[in-house]
C-alpha cells in the first residue's frame, strides 16, 4: 500500500492554480474591508473625538459616525466632555448607593490641616468637574487628574489657614467651599488644563479624634450660652414694647386730660367775664336769668314742689307734714 506521502507527490497541484487576477482582486476586497472597518468610528453623545494625525493635533469630531485614516497614520481618543468627574479628598467611596460603603483606610495626609488660629482640622471634601476643552485636558497637562488633585488640596489648605477652627467647623463652610472653588479655578486656569470645576463641598469637618470629646463640650457651652441669650432677647422684646406701649399711653392720657381741663377752665373764665359784663350793664335782668337758669337746674331733682305767695303768713296749718309718713 501506498503511503500518504506517496499519495501526496502523484498529485499534480497545477490543476488547482488560482489566477493571479482573481488573487489581486481579493486582496483588494480584504484591504478594502480592513480600512473600512479601522477607519469607521462612534463618537457617543456625551463625548468628543480628538483626531491625532502622525501625533499632531487635526481636529475635533461631534457625537456621530465618523472616518479616520487607519493603519496608525490617524489616533483617535474619545474624551467625556458632558461627564462629571468627581474626586474625593480625605476619604474614598468603595461603594455607592443607598447604603454608601466606605473605604476604612485613613487619608489623614490629605485631610489633616492646620487652621489660622493654630488648631488643627479633619476636613474631607469632595471635587466635582468637567473637561471644558478636550484639546486643552490632552496636551497641555501631562497627568491632568493628578495636577487637579494636587492644586485643589494646596487651595483649601490655603483657604482654612487664613481662619479660625470655628470658622473652618462651624460658621463658614459655605464660604470657605465657595472660596476654594473660585481659586482653583484660576489656578487651573493658569495652567491650561481644560477642566471646569462645577463645586466643591465640604463634607464631614471635626476636629481631631483626639480632643474631640473636648470640642463638643465647648460646642455645648456655646450653644447653651446662645440659647440663653435668645430667652433673654424674647423676654426683653416681650416686656420692653409692652412697657413702652403703657407708659406712652399714660403719657398721652395726662396730656389728653391736662388739655381737657385747661380748656375748660379758659371756657370758664370767659364765661364768666362775659357774665360779668352783662351783669354791669344789665344787673336786674342778670339776676333773673341767672335764678332761672339755676331753676331749670334744681327743680328737675326735687320731688314735692309747693309754690307759695311771699305775703302770706302762717303757712305750717296748711300743710299736711304727716302725709307719707313723716
Excluded: C
Amino acid at each position: 500500500m501506498k503511503t500518504t506521502l506517496q499519495k501526496l507527490e502523484e498529485i499534480d497541484f497545477r490543476q488547482f492554480k488560482v489566477p493571479k487576477r482573481m488573487i489581486t482582486v481579493g486582496v483588494i476586497i480584504l484591504a478594502a474591508i480592513v480600512f473600512l472597518v479601522t477607519g469607521l468610528y462612534t463618537v457617543n453623545p456625551e463625548e468628543v473625538g480628538v483626531i491625532q494625525r502622525f501625533g499632531k493635533y487635526l481636529s475635533t469630531t461631534q457625537p456621530g459616525l465618523h472616518f479616520k485614516i487607519p493603519f496608525g497614520v490617524d489616533k483617535l481618543t474619545k474624551v467625556k466632555v458632558k461627564h462629571v468627574f468627581k474626586e474625593e479628598f480625605g476619604f474614598r467611596t468603595i461603594q455607592a448607593g443607598v447604603r454608601t460603603k466606605y473605604s476604612s483606610q485613613t487619608f489623614n495626609n490629605e485631610a489633616i490641616m492646620l487652621t489660622g488660629d493654630l488648631n488643627i482640622a479633619d476636613v474631607e471634601w469632595i471635587v466635582q468637574y468637567r473637561i471644558k476643552d478636550p484639546v486643552k485636558y490632552l496636551f497641555n497637562v501631562r497627568n491632568v487628574e493628578e495636577t487637579m488633585h494636587d492644586v485643589s488640596e494646596s487651595v483649601v489648605r490655603e483657604v482654612v489657614g487664613d481662619r479660625s477652627v470655628d470658622e473652618v467647623i462651624v460658621l463658614n463652610r459655605k464660604e470657605i467651599a465657595d472660596k476654594s472653588q473660585i481659586m482653583l479655578q484660576e489656578q487651573l486656569d493658569i495652567y491650561n488644563a481644560g477642566l471646569e470645576i462645577v463645586t466643591i463641598n465640604l463634607q464631614n469637618v471635626n476636629p481631631p479624634k483626639a480632643v474631640q470629646p473636648a470640642f463638643n463640650n465647648v460646642n455645648s457651652a456655646k450653644q447653651e450660652k446662645e440659647r440663653i441669650i435668645n430667652e433673654a432677647w424674647e423676654k426683653y422684646n416681650e416686656v420692653i414694647p409692652e412697657a413702652e406701649g403703657k407708659s406712652k399711653r399714660t403719657v398721652e392720657e395726662a396730656e389728653g386730660y391736662a388739655v381737657n381741663r385747661v380748656n375748660r377752665a379758659n371756657g370758664d373764665a370767659n364765661r364768666f367775664v362775659q357774665m360779668y359784663n352783662e351783669y354791669r350793664y344789665s344787673k336786674t335782668v342778670t339776676r333773673k336769668r341767672l335764678y332761672l337758669e339755676m331753676m331749670e337746674k334744681v327743680l328737675p331733682n326735687v320731688e314735692k314742689k309747693y309754690i307759695i305767695d311771699d305775703k302770706q303768713s302762717s303757712i305750717l296749718p296748711l300743710l299736711n307734714l304727716e302725709q307719707g309718713g313723716k
